[in-house]
């Protein structure tokens, strides 16, 4: 089968993908194999396929962290032949084949049923991003705000988490406020749900304060480092910030000021390693309340062979939304 393979790479040399005969003798063990019908291109996976940063950890490998596929053998009695499934994280497509090419060995263990109402293209569009948006609204309830706190800001808002989350926290009564780097995707926000638009210079631009102006009563954080300090230090008496990326950066220029002086909260979402229940719990809630027209606005289709391609924009900060890669 042909396939997106990043093999072990010459010594000095980046690890990138390039398209290849793959056998599926060289799939790696599992007790599911499927044939994948849908996957995603997400920052990882534009690290991955580019090599411009280890995502890779075991090679051959097969990129492609989100995967919705049909099970074709199953030796797992809780999963069977025919079942339509997704499947995010776990380490697939940096420890473990993931969808970028037409079939894939997993464990059952790892993989969702399809939701009820959501079609393969559909739930590969929410994808681990949506699936990832839906945690972050799930941390804030589970710390007990609501609309009727305050407004509540998306950072890197026009990235798939960010699209996502406003789609989710507008429907959901909120006042949504899209903090970006892109003046020029305003209409786009504002067609999610988002009632204003942010500059990121508030908050990239230079060192937080220690504490500014209450202004949020909740956050969803995508871009980490300057920007995620400075949104704590604008986060009002007893919010909270979600905080689930590091397009930014892995640091964080704040102090204890906003935690020590205002009760703020700084909620760690990790979609990777989340147990079964909370998955289910997320998929099973964006089917019902994620708005299909705004999922539709927020998604591009492109086949395989478009991938690295879009691999390279979508770490140039060149893609918004989601966009949905046809496999099979």
């Known amino acids: 089968m042909r396939a997106l393979v990043v093999d072990k790479p010459e010594a000095g ?6 398209f290849r005969d793959f056998s599926e003798t060289e799939l790696p063990d599992g007790d599911v194999l499927l ?9 990882k996976d534009g690290l991955a396929v580019t090599g411009k940063a280890p995502v890779v950890r075991r090679f ?10 049909v099970v074709e053998e199953s030796s797992n009695p809780a999963v069977k032949a025919g079942d339509q499934v997704v499947l995010n994280g776990w380490g697939v497509g940096e420890t473990h084949c993931g969808a970028y090419a037409p079939k894939a060995r997993v464990k059952a263990d790892w993989l969702v049923p399809l939701p009820a109402g959501l079609s393969p293209a559909e739930a590969a569009a929410i994808g681990t991003a949506g699936y990832t948006a839906m945690l972050c609204v799930m941390a804030l309830e589970r710390h007990g705000l609501t609309p009727d706190r305050g407004p509540v800001l998306v950072t890197g808002a026009a990235g798939g988490v960010g699209s996502v989350a406003i789609a989710l926290l507008s429907g959901l009564g909120w006042y949504v406020a899209a903090g970006t780097g ?18 990121r210079d508030r908050y990239a631009g230079g060192p937080a304060r ?29 919010g909270a910030v979600a905080a689930c990326g590091l397009a930014q950066g892995m640091d964080l220029p704040s102090s204890v000021a906003p935690f020590i002086l205002r009760g703020v909260s700084l909620l760690g979402v990790d979609s990777v390693m989340a147990p079964r229940a909370l998955r289910l719990e997320a998929w099973s809630r964006l089917a019902k309340e994620l708005d299909r027209a705004r999922l539709k606005a927020m998604t591009t289709t492109v086949g395989l062979d478009e991938v690295p391609r879009v691999a390279e924009e979508i770490l140039a900060g060149k893609v918004r939304g989601r966009v949905v890669v046809e496999i099979g």
């Open 60 to 69: 051959p490998m097969v990129p492609g962290i989100d995967l919705i596929g």
């Open 13 to 18: 040399q980046p690890a990138r993908a390039a």
């Open 35 to 43: 044939r994948v019908t849908h996957s995603t291109v997400n920052y």
């Open 182 to 199: 892109r003046p020029e995707e305003q209409a786009y926000l504002e067609g999610l749900g988002a009632r204003e638009v942010v500059p």
């Open 210 to 238: 220690p504490l500014g102006k209450e202004v949020w009563a909740a956050a969803v954080d995508t871009v980490g480092s300057k920007t995620l300090a400075g949104v704590l230090a604008e986060i009002r008496y007893g």
